[in-house]
């Protein structure tokens, strides 16, 4: 037998397994259970050849036919190499279009022809149900995509219908907080009327909100309000029920293409390769974004000394401790300048003086990008959001700056008592009752809409409306005046925080936003401070210009590729043990498999 030919045949068998295993893969989420199911569909697939031979012994077309599976076109050259070497001639360049049955039709040229037949079979199996195979994530087209104008010539790549989507039509209600005209034509994310249903569960249920550039927006929500789920839309990883989405004017429906050019995502969950260094993550990334080499060392190093990993900047992401793996993965995030960055708890795992540190990072990055981030520290969205969006239950609550949201909804200032010796009094509940009464009558001959506001162990609290602070100093010196006789060791007063706002919009203090519409009561106040908004459109001029040497299309689809391979060798050097068991152990028994067939 010639080895050539063999080693032409083995070198098209194994790339036609590779592309059926990824063809099996499509339809698992988990490696584990393809993995499984591939082996034992591997091994059923060997009973097509076995069942031909043994039925028509004198060869037919089912020989051939049976060569659709990588597991039967192996078995039938195994089948033909024996009745070749049999006969004392094997597989040469005279015997390879011979019939190797005495009915015809079966020849080794014909077999490897399936087997070529099969590499493009399988290529092109795994594209079209990788596209329309329903999984967890990712957006899927319609079977008959193929036979749509839309998708061989595309969509063109410019701004959604604002009149068809009413985009620009901002929502409104005595919870929203209006932007400018300016600001809602800068706008960068829009969402209106955005669902999504899991069964009979809608996670997300009719959304409308808009951020503008420039600014970095909260979203917040109690566990499981679709928080989560909503960036998970918008950045293309689960598709939508009903309503429409736009980033930087594209729809987030047919035109993901062109926003992942500029977007940058920080995942709830770090995604960095455990083998791989600081260093080599933020290269790779680079690369993924479409920064030429030349950009890349300075933008790297910008990087890295913005988050405070310049010591770490050669170890692997497996020895970093939580809060710097959060740190790697903000960096990935902002590396390359994207237009639009998601944020989901990018500060969770941190110190609190990391926190603080990357705080700046994200205002400082913010004045090029629209910045939208989801956390549960009340206090980090207060200090660091321009302007946050409330959820409850899947439906959007509020939105506004901060001091819009206090404002709204906020009890006013909280003056807060602490009692004198709580643990003498505890067993005297009215003499506890008597002396509140006493404060409440004292605090009301100054502040008449004065509540209690709670009363629990050493402490008790009074709500004071925000429009009684003209009365407050005369109020200060009556307490002062008083304290030690009404049973008190100091009092202090705050204003209402971020997380009593929240509580209250958790408890059900305000319903779902009624609808999108530009006729809020303030379009006269609106407009008039339109000359404030941020211009989003310098901006957006600011990052092309950033982005102008970038590379697009063929070219960046090269560095991405020459990337991915450069992270696989990476990995095989590191991982000497895997690298042994993948290549060297299977190349062993090829090269024993061909010695013992000559």
Same mark, same amino acid.
């Given at each position: 037998t010639n080895q050539f030919i063999q080693f032409i045949f083995y070198t098209f068998w194994v790339a036609s397994l590779i592309l059926w295993n990824f063809f099996i893969s499509?339809?698992?989420?988990?490696?584990?259970?393809?993995?499984?199911?591939?082996?034992?569909?591997?091994?059923?697939?060997?009973?097509?050849?076995?069942?031909?031979?043994?039925?028509?012994?004198?060869?037919?077309?089912?020989?051939?036919?049976?060569?659709?599976?990588?597991?039967?076109?192996? =078995?039938?050259?195994?089948?033909?190499?024996?009745?070749?070497?049999?006969g004392k001639s094997g597989i040469t360049w005279n015997t390879f279009s011979e019939d190797i049955t005495t009915s015809g039709n079966v020849t080794c040229a014909g077999i490897l022809g399936m087997v070529i037949f099969d590499c493009f079979l399988y290529a092109l199996l795994t594209w079209y149900f990788d596209a329309v195979w329903p999984t967890e994530y990712g957006t899927r087209h319609p079977p008959w995509f193929l036979f749509t104008k839309k998708y061989w010539f595309g969509t063109e790549s410019s701004r959604s219908d604002d009149g068809a989507l009413k985009l620009t039509e901002q929502e409104s209600g005595d919870a929203v907080e209006p932007l400018t005209p300016q600001q809602m034509?800068?706008?960068?994310?829009?969402?209106?009327?955005?669902?999504?249903?899991?069964?009979?569960?809608?996670?997300?249920?009719?959304?409308?909100?808009?951020?503008?550039?420039g600014q970095v927006s909260g979203l917040l929500g109690h566990n499981g309000a679709g928080k989560t789920t909503t960036i998970s839309i918008l950045t293309g990883m689960i598709g939508r029920? %009903?309503?429409?989405?736009?980033?930087?004017?594209?729809?987030?429906?047919?035109?993901?293409?062109?926003?992942?050019?500029?977007?940058?995502?920080?995942?709830?969950?770090?995604?960095?390769?455990?083998?791989?260094?600081?260093?080599?993550?933020?290269?790779?990334?680079?690369?993924?974004?479409?920064?030429?080499?030349?950009?890349?060392?300075?933008?790297?190093?910008?990087?890295?000394?913005?988050?405070?990993?310049?010591?770490?900047?050669?170890?692997?992401?497996?020895?970093?401790?939580?809060?710097?793996?959060?740190?790697?993965?903000? %960096?990935?995030?902002?590396?390359?300048?994207?237009?639009?960055?998601?944020l989901d708890e990018p500060t969770s795992g941190m110190d609190p003086y990391s926190r603080r540190f990357i705080w700046e990072v994200i205002r400082k990055r913010a004045t090029n990008s629209t910045v939208l981030l989801t956390t549960h520290f009340l206090d980090e969205a207060d200090l660091l959001c321009d302007r946050i969006a409330i959820m409850t239950a899947g439906h959007l609550s509020c939105i506004g700056s901060p001091l819009f949201l206090k404002g709204r909804f906020g009890t006013g200032y909280l003056l807060t008592f602490a009692r004198r010796g709580s643990g003498s009094t505890a067993h005297l509940p009215s003499l506890v009752q008597h002396t509140a009464n006493n404060t409440l009558r004292l605090?009301?001959?100054?502040?008449?809409?004065?509540?209690?506001?709670?009363?629990?162990?050493?402490?008790?609290?009074?709500?004071?409306?925000?429009?009684?602070?003209?009365?407050?100093s005369e109020l200060f010196k009556a307490l002062d005046a008083q304290l030690n006789d009404l049973g008190y060791t100091?009092?202090?007063?705050?204003?209402?925080?971020?997380?009593?706002?929240?509580?209250?919009?958790?408890?059900?203090?305000?319903?779902?936003?009624?609808?999108?519409?530009?006729?809020?009561?303030?379009?006269?106040?609106?407009?008039?401070?339109?000359?404030?908004?941020?211009?989003?459109?310098?901006?957006?001029?600011?990052?092309?210009?950033?982005?102008?040497?970038? %590379?697009?299309? =063929? %070219?960046?689809?090269?560095?991405?590729?020459?990337?991915?391979?450069?992270?696989?060798?990476? =990995?095989?050097?590191?991982?000497?043990?895997?690298?042994?068991?993948?290549?060297?152990?299977?190349?062993?028994?090829?090269?024993?498999?061909?010695?013992?067939?000559?």
């Open positions: 499509t339809f698992f989420s988990r490696s584990i259970t393809a993995t499984i199911v591939g082996c034992f569909a591997y091994t059923l697939t060997l009973v097509p050849a076995i069942v031909t031979r043994i039925t028509i012994p004198n060869g037919s077309g089912a020989w051939l036919a049976a060569c659709i599976f990588p597991a039967g076109a192996m =078995n039938q050259w195994g089948a033909a190499l024996a009745i070749l070497e049999q034509a800068n706008a960068s994310v829009v969402v209106r009327g955005l669902t999504k249903r899991f069964g009979e569960v809608t996670a997300v249920n009719d959304l409308s909100v808009t951020f503008v550039p029920s %009903a309503g429409r989405a736009t980033i930087d004017g594209y729809d987030t429906e047919t035109q993901m293409d062109e926003i992942r050019a500029s977007l940058g995502i920080c995942p709830q969950f770090d995604v960095l390769w455990p083998t791989l260094t600081v260093r080599e993550h933020l290269r790779l990334y680079a690369a993924f974004a479409g920064m030429e080499k030349a950009q890349v060392e300075s933008e790297l190093t910008t990087s890295v000394e913005e988050v405070a990993l310049t010591e770490k900047i050669d170890n692997r992401s497996s020895d970093l401790s939580g809060g710097m793996k959060r740190k790697l993965s903000l %960096a990935i995030a902002f590396i390359g300048n994207p237009s639009v960055v998601f605090i009301q001959k100054f502040v008449p809409h004065a509540v209690v506001h709670s009363d629990v162990g050493a402490e008790l609290s009074f709500s004071l409306p925000f429009e009684s602070t003209s009365t407050f100091s009092y202090g007063i705050s204003c209402t925080t971020l997380e009593e706002v929240f509580l209250s919009l958790a408890h059900g203090g305000v319903k779902k936003i009624v609808k999108t519409g530009d006729e809020s009561d303030d379009s006269d106040e609106v407009a008039a401070n339109d000359e404030e908004g941020i211009d989003g459109h310098m901006l957006s001029i600011k990052r092309k210009e950033m982005r102008a040497h970038f %590379a697009k299309s =063929n %070219a960046l689809l090269f560095i991405q590729f020459k990337r991915l391979l450069w992270k696989r060798v990476l =990995n095989y050097r590191r991982t000497v043990r895997s690298t042994l068991m993948q290549l060297i152990v299977p190349s062993l028994f090829t090269v024993l498999a061909l010695y013992m067939t000559t």
